[in-house]
């Protein structure tokens, strides 16, 4: 079942490398939908432009025989500001796309679907479409659903940080600093007071939950001789146990509301963008890619192994493991270490490495969906993990 695809059929690179040179920022990446579903409408896809009304997401099916079962690859296209493609994003369009066009080559009974999914990074009006998507029932009806992202190391499952973020603005009263500062309530004294305490209660949580807080003070006035009557602070705050995230959150509003009680001063709490889950894990998807994997020399880490590593990051393709049996694989494209959204990720997302696990990528993904759709054995195991995951 495993096989190779040749580099004349599909131009998996030269699409990689064209998204590579759009860099189009999320929610704004007009031309890099377009190529992906043109070329999806050239394989015979059916295509839904303004997917979920979201301007530069779409879906695309293509079904085959009686139809099932379903599975869908999710194609990420979005840049990062000021440096373009450091995550890679151009690798996992072309190797959603790609991966679908090969399956429906491969398979004979199945829907095959591709997602377009904007603004993964987050720096739009549509940050973390997946959220949207998978909240508003799009992969409902969805059997498996396939991802990939580049690297470092290669892996089938790793965890991530459930991450909501939240601004706090304070409002104080503003006075003459010298003339009669009795009469002013200082806003940016409950913001450092809240940056302080947030500080204490970091000695003061688990330690098994990754928990990770991050703020920083994003106004505190405006000239030294007025009261600052406006403060802003915000906060990210991440957990790999959504559970204690709520709690997290709870002892965080405390601080909030005791700080502004202790300066006089009166406060609003605003959630900025979504709530990114926790991921689910499947025993079984992640063992038979691993399996695919080593099969081609590849030396893939164990689930386990994998998930005993500290989780790094939050993504949106979290949300869609909530929903559906999902794995996103992860697929080494430079050295251990290279660090992330940086010139040597830029540059790795569009080297050889790239092109050869791009490849391997496509190949494999779409080696899945044919044993997926074939094997009833495999389909209940992925089913069975997924009911009984969290
Ligand atoms: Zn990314």
């Not at 009686?66 to 190797?95: M, Q, R, V």
């Not at 997290?248 to 609003?268: H, L, P, Q, W």
Request: charged share 25%; glycine share 8%.
């Amino acid at each position: 079942m495993s096989s190779h695809i040749s580099d004349a059929s599909t131009d998996y690179w030269g699409t990689a490398l064209r998204i590579h040179e759009l860099a189009e920022v999320g929610s704004r990446e007009l031309e890099s939908s377009s190529l992906l579903k043109g070329i999806l409408k050239d394989h015979g896809f059916e295509v839904e432009d303004h997917f979920m009304n979201i301007p530069t997401a779409f879906k695309a099916e293509k079904v085959l025989g009686n139809g099932a079962p379903s599975i869908a690859f999710l194609a990420e296209y979005d840049a990062l500001p000021g440096i373009g493609h450091a995550c890679g994003h151009n690798l996992i369009a072309s190797s959603a796309v790609y991966s679908a066009i090969r399956s429906t080559e491969k398979i004979k009974n199945g829907t095959i679907t591709v997602f377009g999914t904007p603004d993964e990074e987050g720096s739009g009006e549509w940050a973390g479409s997946k959220i949207i998507m998978a909240e508003k029932g799009a992969f409902i009806g969805i059997d498996l659903v396939l991802g990939s992202h580049p690297g470092d190391r290669w892996s089938v499952g790793e965890q991530s940080l459930a991450d909501l973020d939240y601004e706090i603005t304070f409002m104080g009263k503003a006075a003459h600093e010298a003339a009669n500062p009795d009469n002013g309530r200082s806003a940016l004294d409950a913001a450092i007071l809240t940056y302080t305490a947030v500080n204490m209660m970091r000695q003061h949580v688990r330690r098994d939950v990754n928990f990770v807080m991050h703020g920083i003070i994003k106004e505190g006035g405006t000239a030294s001789n007025v009261t600052p009557e406006k403060a802003v602070l915000t906060y990210g705050i991440r957990t790999s146990d959504i559970n204690y995230h709520k709690i997290v959150v709870d002892r965080f509003m405390k601080i909030v509301e005791g700080c502004a009680s202790a300066t006089e001063t009166t406060y609003k709490v605003k959630e900025i963008g979504l709530m990114y889950s926790t991921t689910k894990i499947n025993q079984t998807l992640s063992n038979n890619i691993r399996e695919r994997l080593l099969a081609k020399g590849i030396d893939c880490p164990t689930l386990d192994e994998t998930l005993s590593r500290i989780p790094d990051g939050s993504t949106d393709f979290a949300n869609v493991s909530q929903v559906v049996p999902a794995l996103e694989v992860q697929f080494k494209i430079a050295k251990e270490g290279t660090p992330w959204h940086s010139r040597e990720s830029l540059e790795a997302a569009k080297s050889n490495e790239a092109k050869e696990a791009l490849k391997t990528m496509i190949e494999v993904l779409s080696d899945t969906a044919e044993e997926f759709s074939i094997n009833p054995e495999f389909r209940n195991g992925v089913k069975k993990d997924f009911l009984k995951g969290k």
